[in-house]
């Protein structure tokens, strides 16, 4: 079975370049995350969706963030304009809501922004 | 929001060795869980938990609610166990997001 599935793996851009980050979660699953790991902070939660319908956006950090889910099947997560501080590895999981079911991960988006 | 504290931050053991990692949280909570990540970085659930004991293979974790407490044990212990272990919280009623840990950095020497 296909697992969740993150692109790019590895992002370097530039300050200010627009990025966005992908992902495909696990067929049939009615809920998708979106994490940020730092060494610093660790891991936390950004945003999650529950039948492509944004329920909890607290983690965005600012205004230059923004997610998206425009089908079951596909995610984005867009930053503009990326700064510095935005390194960071993104993870992306998914599950199913009503079968008390744990959370799957994505191998995670590692971006760096110079 | 929930604070979820760790210990310890790191361990280094010998292979063979009892391990066990501490997980406390400050506010009730509808699932814990425990991920594992490898120096590659892949994150993996262990264990997801809202009550009583669970055992996978050498890996048992147990939960107590009425402490907000949750340990993860290793049973004899293999260098293949070195990784990163994070504690995860559910706080909401249903999949809400995850509240993390700092982790336990867990190295097994040969």
């Known amino acids: 079975d296909a697992g969740v599935i993150q692109s790019p793996r590895h992002e370097v851009t530039e300050m200010g370049q627009e990025v966005t980050l992908r992902c495909k979660p696990i067929s049939g699953h009615d809920y998708l995350f979106w994490y940020r790991q730092t060494m610093m902070r660790g891991l936390e939660l950004l945003i999650y969706?529950?039948?492509?319908?944004?329920?909890?956006d607290s983690g965005m950090p600012e205004d230059r963030f923004s997610a998206k889910m425009p089908n079951a099947s596909f995610s984005t997560l867009k930053i503009q304009p990326s700064e510095p501080r935005d390194s960071a590895v993104y993870f992306c999981?998914?599950?199913?809501?009503?079968?008390?079911?744990?959370?799957?991960f994505g191998d995670g988006t590692r971006l760096s922004i110079l | 929001k929930n604070e979820v504290e760790q210990s310890p931050q790191n361990l280094t053991a010998q292979e063979g060795e009892f391990i066990t990692i501490n997980c406390s949280y400050s506010?009730?909570?509808?699932?814990l869980h425990w991920l594992q990540q490898h120096p590659g970085g892949g994150i993996v659930s262990l264990f997801m938990?809202?009550?009583g004991k669970k055992k996978h293979g050498r890996l048992i974790a147990t939960i107590n609610i009425q402490e907000k407490h949750s340990s993860l044990h290793i049973t004899a212990s293999h260098p293949r166990d070195s990784a990163v272990y994070i504690c995860a919280v559910n706080s909401g009623g249903g999949a809400d997001g995850l509240t993390f840990g700092k982790g336990t950095h867990l190295i097994i020497q040969p």
């Open positions: 938990l809202s009550s």
């Open positions: 969706f529950n039948n492509n319908v944004p329920i909890d």
């Open positions: 506010v009730g909570i509808s699932a």
């Open positions: 999981a998914s599950t199913v809501g009503h079968l008390n079911q744990p959370q799957h």
